[in-house]
């Protein structure tokens, strides 16, 4: 009999190897296999059933899903190495009020802003997971202290809900194969 699979996709920015070193290490019904998926067709994934349960970016409509909210992400601003903005350690909204924004034209869009601020023209605000992801020498990132972080969750649908994808959600709460929920 052949194991079954556990198909998790991920969003850019979100790295799950360590969950996947967790599911590893013990003695699970099935293999796991780890999907990127773009934040625009995140919803879609697990709607066409791409993915069994996805590590998403909110906000997501989840009336038909179940969610559970992981970890924050602090925002960031991206600027030019040659940018004024670029010489403070930390940015807020008021640091910003002259300066030209670079706008989010579709969720898709991160390195398209990070190549157009490292040309030297405004900035642009990203999570610090995508501002990582997408760090070129001609750029810096600074926190920015007074937005909202953005938040990541891992979503699944309330009708596939299964021993298996449980199984899942006790490794990225932290559960060993011996503890109990």
């Known amino acids: 009999m052949t194991r079954p699979v556990l198909r998790v996709g991920f969003v850019p920015g979100v790295e799950p190897d360590r969950f996947v070193r967790r599911w590893r290490a013990g003695r699970r019904p ?20 791409d993915v069994d349960m996805c590590f998403v970016r909110m906000p997501l409509p989840s ?21 004024v903005l670029s010489l403070h350690d930390e940015l807020t909204e008021a640091d910003l009020a002259e300066e030209t924004e670079i706008p989010a034209d579709g969720p898709d869009d991160a390195a398209q802003r990070v190549a157009v601020v490292a040309s ?23 926190p920015l202290t007074d937005a909202d972080p953005t938040r990541i969750a891992l979503a699944w649908p309330r009708a596939a809900d299964d021993d ?13 194969p011996r503890s109990s929920r």
Not at 38 to 45: F, G, I, K, L, Y
Not at 67 to 74: D, Q, T
Not at 120 to 142: C, E, I
């Open 30 to 49: 099935a293999f796991l296999e780890t999907v990127p998926v773009p934040v625009s067709t995140q919803r879609e994934a697990l709607t066409r059933e």
């Open 63 to 83: 009336e038909d899903l179940h969610l559970i909210p992981l970890w924050e992400e602090r925002p960031m601003i991206v600027v030019g190495t040659e940018s």
């Open 164 to 176: 298996l994808r449980q199984e899942f959600v006790g490794v990225v709460r932290g559960r060993t």
């Open 120 to 142: 030297g023209v405004g900035f642009t605000r990203l999570p610090m997971s995508l501002a990582r992801l997408h760090h070129r020498k001609d750029v810096v990132h600074r």
